[in-house]
């Protein structure tokens, strides 16, 4: 009962800080995913595999995991729609679901990188810990950014958990003088950049655990090769994979901008705009600037409640008594365990950063594109980390009451803010809300046809494309499901 307990409150409070991010108005790909995936793919599961990866290496990718699975989940939510669950439930709900699992499988690689310093955490003090620094951390980028993180949860944050995970394993593995972990990390590596590209970053987050490692054992004066064995079965193999599915998908890409690597188009200053848009509060300016000069934060009354927990959580981590550290370890040790986190946030984004796609779309910092999920929880782990260094010190015990108060300060603005944009962003984007309503309430023709058109209207900005997909979609599901077309009239040609 105490752990269902610690569970219930763990989840409901998360929740409460990542309410704005989880009601704020479905948008852009996002929106129309679940009819023009069902629409171009169908619901046979066979079709559904076959053609999606195809297009996979169409776009330059190579994540047929990830796209496979998207597209079923895509179709799946197709069919929860048409039995008249609120898409917007659907969303929310897994959008919650992959945020909280990103924060446990950090959690666990913080406790498996703070054990192999001599700084262990428990469970749960791992848990509240992380969601305390990760989720009042979170920026919305949603209104004004093309392919934002707070869309895209099945190709934001679900791919950093996984990455994580994967990375756990293989810190694991390389503890260990045992070929069968070595090659399970391996394939727990490959799976996880499958799924999404940018989990090379991972590989590379090996490297300070192989470096603290191999110094350990050259001062007890053992052998390096069997940690160099390990390391070499854990990451030359998803590396090698990776490089030769570059190769191919580079030949593949039928101009998709998304993974056409433009590196002498890479600036000092778009590499600027991109690390230092993962950092907190760096789209607090982009937020005022879509606002506009007649816009204002205001404060949000679970701004305030949600700072209280994160308080609350904070003091508790804080003073909680955690097990004696061992004296044996070293400052240089924690630091190359901080670097781990710290890999994987610069390695993903410089990835992403080197792509045609965000050079045109980072047109200022606050802009991000999926990077964003690894470089929050990567930020989040290394401060966290980085306590360590001076837990225990006179200067650390002085300096918490200080450092929790402006903690404090921080989630109230960044929780007011998001709170202001979600509900601009609703009022601006009412249109979404609307048609997602006649679709999944299913009303007479006329009135399904007028909220397509109203929908038309109040999203001009977006591409033609868009529309097309939309409508056809639309279109091509509802008959499927119920035998009529959802707007028998030519809207797109204002009929």
């Known amino acids: 009962l105490v752990n269902l307990a610690r569970w219930l409150g763990y989840l409901a409070l998360s929740w409460l800080i990542l309410r704005p991010a989880l009601l704020i108005t479905i948008s852009l790909d996002d929106f129309i995913n679940p009819f023009y995936v069902y629409d171009k793919y169908g619901s046979n599961p066979w079709h559904v595999v076959s053609r999606a990866t195809r297009d996979v290496f169409r776009n330059g990718h190579f994540n047929v995991i990830g796209q496979v699975f998207g597209a079923a989940v895509f179709a799946s939510w197709n069919y929860l729609i048409s039995w008249g669950v609120r898409y917007s439930l659907i969303y929310a709900t897994t959008k919650f679901v992959v945020i909280v699992g990103c924060a446990l499988a950090g959690a666990r690689l913080l406790r498996t990188l703070a054990a192999l310093v001599g700084r262990p955490f428990s469970v749960w003090r791992a848990r509240v810990v992380v969601a305390a620094v990760l989720l009042p951390t979170l920026q919305l980028h949603v209104p004004w950014g093309l392919d ?135 789209a607090w300016g982009a937020a005022q600037d879509w606002l506009g000069a007649g816009g204002s934060f205001g404060l949000a009354a679970a701004a305030v409640v949600s700072a209280v927990v994160v308080g609350v959580a904070m003091c508790w981590a804080a003073w909680r008594q955690s097990p004696p550290a061992d004296p044996a370890v070293r400052r240089w040790e924690i630091l190359l365990v901080t670097a781990v ?11 992403q950063t080197v792509t045609s796609k965000v050079n045109v779309d ?63 962003f609703d009022e601006r984007l009412a249109v979404n809300s609307q048609l997602l309503v006649a679709v999944s309430s ?3 023709e006329p009135q399904r046809c007028d909220a397509l058109r109203n929908w038309l209207v109040g999203t001009f900005f977006l591409p033609d494309y868009y529309h097309q997909y939309m409508v056809d979609g639309l279109d091509a599901t509802y008959e499927d499901h119920f035998g009529e077309r959802f707007c028998d009239a030519d809207v797109l040609a204002g009929g």
Do not use: H
């Open 148 to 282: 934002p993180v707070g869309s895209f949860p099945l190709y934001g944050y679900l791919p950093a958990a996984l990455g994580l995970l994967a990375l756990d394993v293989g810190v694991r593995a390389l503890q260990r003088d045992d070929v069968r972990s070595a090659l399970l990390a391996a394939a727990a590596l490959c799976a996880a950049i499958l799924y999404y590209e940018i989990n090379v970053a991972m590989v590379a987050a090996l490297v300070p655990v192989v470096v603290l490692l191999a110094v350990r054992l050259r001062r007890a004066g053992s052998q390096l090769s069997p940690l160099l064995r390990q390391g070499a079965l854990v990451g030359a193999v998803p590396a090698v994979m990776t490089l030769v599915l570059i190769v191919v998908a580079k030949r593949t890409n039928q101009g998709y901008t998304g993974t056409d690597v433009d590196v002498g188009a890479t600036t000092v200053g778009l590499v600027a705009r991109t690390v230092g848009g993962s950092l907190p509060a760096s």
């Open 442 to 444: 299913r009303p007479a």
């Open 341 to 351: 986190p710290i890999v994987v946030w610069l390695a993903a984004t410089l990835i």
């Open 362 to 424: 980072t047109v200022q910092i606050g802009y991000v594109y999926t990077y964003y999920a690894y470089g929050s929880v990567g930020i989040a782990l290394a401060l966290i980390l980085a306590t360590q260094l001076v837990a225990g010190r006179l200067l650390w015990r002085r300096a918490r009451p200080v450092l929790v108060a402006a903690a404090l300060v921080f989630v109230v603005v960044q929780m007011s803010i998001n709170d202001t944009v979600t509900r601009a």
